[in-house]
């Protein structure tokens, strides 16, 4: 739940096949991706449906361009393929 009390579905080693990313920021854990998209949709204009988190921010922040939390505006669909690390959490209706 991110502070403005919406929900999170979770998808543990799951990302979606279209990528949709936003932006890429760095966040310690979930809470703090899931708020980042929360205070992005308070902003207006594209909306964040979903974020991805990958959980060893060392190495994320050397390989994925200084982020491990990207969020993004598509949710499906997911990909089949499991990856190890990440953390994947779409925004309810």
């Avoid at 579905?9 to 990528?19: A, M, Q, S, T, V």
């Avoid at 939390?69 to 309810?92: E, I, R, Y």
Wanted: aromatic content about 8%.
């Amino acid at each position: 739940m991110d502070w403005n009390k919406k929900s999170y579905e979770c998808h543990e080693g799951r990302n979606i096949l279209y990528k949709g990313d936003i932006t890429g920021i760095v966040a310690y854990n979930m809470q703090q991706c899931i708020d980042a998209c929360a205070t992005f949709n308070a902003m207006g204009g594209m909306k964040c449906a979903a974020v991805l988190l990958g959980r060893d921010l060392a190495k994320d922040y050397g390989t994925n361009k200084g982020a491990n939390c990207w969020l993004k505006n598509a949710t499906t669909p997911l990909d089949p393929t499991p990856m190890a690390g990440v953390m994947f959490a779409v925004l309810k209706s």
